[in-house]
């Protein structure tokens, strides 16, 4: 199986930075895009920012809502995407869920896998 651990959200003001960290570790044989998602109350599941694999150049796209503020980045060697959240506001508030395209060995196709998700809470 395949699992992905997420860590570094919590409670910062308007104005503050966070980092988030997402782990993926398992049967793993390669790792296509990764990314994050979140989730406020009330809303549904929406893109943050994916990053491509670094075979495809690492490419990154945002969300226009956090274009400018926050950075995708990944450490191949390690399994693992970060989100740098710059100048988060009230509307940042939302759990947020990492996700991966996973390739378990190298004749299968490739699946998604969801971190548990972790809380981010930006308070005015």
């Known amino acids: 199986q395949v699992q992905l651990v997420e860590s570094g959200g919590g409670l910062v003001q308007a104005g503050g930075s966070l980092r988030l960290s997402c782990a993926a570790s398992?049967?793993?044989?390669?790792?296509?895009?990764m990314g994050w998602y979140r989730q406020a109350p009330g809303k549904q599941r929406e893109l943050v920012a994916v990053?491509?694999?670094?075979?495809?150049?690492?490419?990154?796209n945002y969300a226009l809502a956090v274009k400018g503020r926050f950075t995708i980045s990944r450490d191949n060697a390690k399994n693992t995407v970060y989100l740098q959240m710059n100048s988060l506001k009230p509307e940042d508030t939302a759990v947020y869920y990492c996700?991966?395209?996973?390739?378990?060995?190298?004749?299968?196709?490739?699946?998604?896998?969801w971190g548990q998700g972790t809380q981010v809470t930006v308070s005015s």
């Open positions: 990053i491509a694999s670094g075979t495809t150049g690492g490419t990154t």
């Open positions: 996700n991966a395209n996973v390739k378990r060995t190298s004749w299968d196709w490739s699946n998604d896998y």
């Open positions: 398992g049967s793993i044989f390669s790792i296509n895009a």
